[in-house]
Each structure stands twice: as structure tokens, then as C-alpha cells.
T-cell receptor, first 111, second 116 residues
Framework: SQQGEEDPQALSIQEGENATMNCSYK?????LQWYRQNSGRGLVHLIL?????REKHSGRLRVTLDTSKKSSSLLITASRAADTASYFC???????????FGIGTKLQVIP | NAGVTQTPKFQVLKTGQSMTLQCAQD?????MSWYRQDPGMGLRLIHY???????DQGEVPNGYNVSRSTTEDFPLRLLSAAPSQTSVYFC???????????????FGSGTQLSVL
């Protein structure tokens, strides 16, 4: 079974609103990453948070990590139509790194 | 700097045919991996490698073979294609921090494979 699960699976918001996506995972990790995918194209890395970090920011993105709850959240502030995409969390774990993905959240930002 | 290059972009096979999906990266990354993406399933890890001569299985390895003879190349072989292998395949690479921990993955643009 897959390591990560995103919630919700689909999200529709108005431009300018904030979008929050959550990711839960099952086993201990070294880091957690968020990726964006536009229309079946290759994934693009957004942000990486290590297991000893609790919060990280990058532009309009804010990621939190709670290792005690095995969960992470991605907040996109002041969303834009161009943010419309699928968002995936990925966890890196193990001695040799297996990076496994969740099933993704499909975000639609309505202009 | 080309990054991660996948070929072909599209492929149609008949059941039982074999083929190799090519993946090459020019960033000297130790880690390379193959994923398949199916609707509603997200990305599932097929095989991965942490360096030349070292490969390991991911979540869904059955029906696929890999080898890593050079740092740059990580081909994925389907020995006898089945309709269940119809999917979009992505190759990805990353450096390994301190030789062990992944940094961010760089993805190729994908191969859309249909098996009839």
C-alpha cells in the first residue's frame, strides 16, 4: 500500500482564497516533499521539509510537519488560477532512500 | 542542461511484446527511479537505484526489469507486456545527501504506454 495519503482528494476554491492540503503517512521518515503536477506532465518539486523541522516557507507556500501525528500540511496563500494542478506529498525513508508518493489532491482555482 | 530525458514519449504495444523505456540524466545524480501513474492511484514506485550496479524493488516491481550500468542511464524493461501495464511512466533522479538521504526529485516528461 502507498505510504502517503492526501486529503482532500479534490479541492475547488476561488482565486485569492487560501488552499490547504493534508498528507498523512504510515512509517518514520527522513524527509517529506511536496510536488505539483500540471495536466499529466512531469512533477515539479515545491518544497522539502526534514524530519527535524516543523515548518517551512517558500514564497506563497507554507508546509508544516508533525512527526508525532505522521502528518503534513501544505498551505497555498492567495491562490491564483495558475495554481490549478494536482499536488502530491512524497516521503523519503529507509537506509537507501525509497521515495513514495500519495494519491494526490486535485486543486482547482476558479478565476 | 537537459535534466532528465525520457524516450519515447508515446508507445503502443501488443500483449506479449517487449520493449525498453529509456531514461538518461546529465546531473550526475546517484539516485534514479521509475514510477507509474494510473488514474486515482497517484505515482507508484517500480524500481530504484542508488548508484551504478545497485538496484532495488519498489512498490510494484512485477513485470519490470531494470539495470544501472552507468550513472547516467536507467532503462526500464518490459519483458512481456500486459494490458495491466498500460500507464504513464515517469523517470526521476536526485542527488543523495551525505550519500544516503534523497534531496528533491527531478522528473522526466513521461512516457505514455498503451498495451493492447
Amino acid at each position: 500500500s502507498q505510504q502517503g495519503e492526501e486529503d482532500p482528494q479534490a479541492l475547488s476554491i476561488q482565486e485569492g482564497e487560501n488552499a490547504t492540503m493534508n498528507c498523512s503517512y504510515k512509517t518514520s521518515i527522513n524527509n517529506l516533499q511536496w510536488y505539483r503536477q500540471n495536466s499529466g506532465r512531469g512533477l515539479v518539486h515545491l518544497i522539502l521539509i526534514r524530519s527535524n523541522e516543523r515548518e517551512k516557507h517558500s514564497g506563497r507556500l507554507r508546509v508544516t510537519l508533525d512527526t508525532s501525528k505522521k502528518s503534513s500540511s501544505l498551505l497555498i496563500t492567495a491562490s491564483r488560477a495558475a495554481d490549478t494542478a494536482s499536488y502530491f506529498c512524497a516521503t523519503g525513508r529507509g537506509g537507501y532512500q525509497k521515495v513514495t508518493f500519495g494519491i494526490g489532491t486535485k486543486l482547482q482555482v476558479i478565476p | 542542461n537537459a535534466g532528465v530525458t525520457q524516450t519515447p514519449k508515446f508507445q503502443v504495444l501488443k500483449t506479449g511484446q517487449s520493449m525498453t523505456l529509456q531514461c538518461a540524466q546529465d546531473m550526475n545524480h546517484e539516485y534514479m527511479s521509475w514510477y507509474r501513474q494510473d488514474p486515482g492511484m497517484g505515482l507508484r514506485l517500480i524500481h530504484y537505484s542508488v548508484g551504478a550496479g545497485i538496484t532495488d524493488q519498489g512498490e510494484v516491481p512485477n513485470g519490470y526489469n531494470v539495470s544501472r550500468s552507468t550513472t547516467e542511464d536507467f532503462p526500464l524493461r518490459l519483458l512481456s507486456a500486459a494490458p495491466s501495464q498500460t500507464s504513464v511512466y515517469f523517470c526521476a533522479s536526485s542527488p543523495l545527501r551525505q550519500g544516503a538521504t534523497n534531496e528533491k526529485l527531478f522528473f522526466g516528461s513521461g512516457t505514455q504506454l498503451s498495451v493492447l
